[in-house]
């Protein structure tokens, strides 16, 4: 784009855009077009998110740092005071639904940041490297088939 090439972009750091759930490149573009879904590009300068890609990312955090607790406090609740099913619905529901559901958004958004950011790609394997004499893995490494 010739966008890109015009405008200076400043570095932005990931966690304050991403978990405002803006734009990586400028900052004022919204990063999601609902709940967790992501938009196409920027709606102020066109950035393309065709670059994100966090997978299972925030699902783990949330995992490791918002399940866990919840039941854990769950079964302390249950053992300590072994309280009739409905206080589990009034205080573990909630609790349960708020430290699971309430941070997957920012946390999404914190790694979408980061993948531009840090410009993360997908890996890929090296190839070696060719010698300076011609033999069989100069021809590999050349693109010419090896016989």
């Known amino acids: 784009m ?10 932005l750091e990931p966690i304050r ?9 400028c900052g004022e573009g919204a ?3 609902g709940f967790l879904a992501l938009r196409h590009e920027c709606d102020h300068y066109g950035l ?11 699902a783990f955090f949330v995992i490791c ?14 053992i300590h005071f072994d309280p009739p099913y409905w206080v589990h ?15 997957l958004r920012p946390l999404k958004g914190w790694l979408v940041c980061s993948q531009y ?3 993360a790609e997908e890996g890929r394997l090296a190839r070696p490297v060719a010698p300076l004499a011609a033999g ?5 490494a050349a693109g010419t088939p090896e016989r």
């Open 89 to 103: 619905l009034v205080t573990s529901l909630p609790f349960l639904l708020v430290t699971c559901i309430a941070p």
């Open 17 to 25: 855009t991403g978990l405002r759930g803006r734009c990586p490149r």
């Open 65 to 78: 740092f918002g399940c866990i607790p919840s039941v854990v406090f769950t079964l302390m609740l249950q």
């Open 48 to 58: 393309n998110f065709a670059f994100a890609d966090p997978a299972d990312g925030p």
């Open 2 to 11: 010739a966008r890109d090439q015009e405008q200076h972009w400043p570095e």
């Open 117 to 119: 950011f840090y410009k």
């Open 136 to 140: 069989p893995v100069a021809a590999v």
């Open 31 to 33: 990063l999601f077009d």
